[in-house]
């Protein structure tokens, strides 16, 4: 069982930045496909970005050049810089990670609020 640890949400005006990070406790995160996802009531949970344990991106068109993704294999951590923030960014965060093997595991989610 691996555990995701969230941290970084809050309530932000429209513009502003936010940084959420994720600390895995096992160090199969660092061979792991590491993202985040987002939610909002009554929705499906949709892709905001991922990164390989190589450092690949790939990004939602939504969040393309105001978001970036990045990892920190030695710490076995994955941060989401948020700039430039919409209302509509608004949603529960959640850190997900995919092993090359086995299961794949959710951090508890952190909600971001942007107001307009």
């Known amino acids: 069982q691996v555990q995701l640890v969230e941290s970084g949400g809050g309530l932000v005006q429209a513009g502003g930045s936010l940084r959420l990070s994720c600390a895995a406790s096992?160090?199969?995160?660092?061979?792991?496909?590491m993202d985040w996802y987002r939610q909002v009531p009554g929705k499906q949970r949709d892709l905001v970005a991922g990164i390989s344990s190589g450092g690949e991106t790939n990004y939602a068109d939504s969040v393309k050049g105001r978001f970036t993704i990045s990892r920190d294999n030695a710490k076995k951590t994955v941060s989401l810089q948020m700039n430039s923030l919409k209302p509509e960014d608004t949603a529960v965060y959640y850190c997900h990670i995919r092993p090359p093997f086995g299961n794949d595991f959710w951090g508890q989610g952190t909600q971001v609020t942007v107001s307009s």
């Open positions: 096992s160090p199969i995160a660092s061979i792991s496909l």
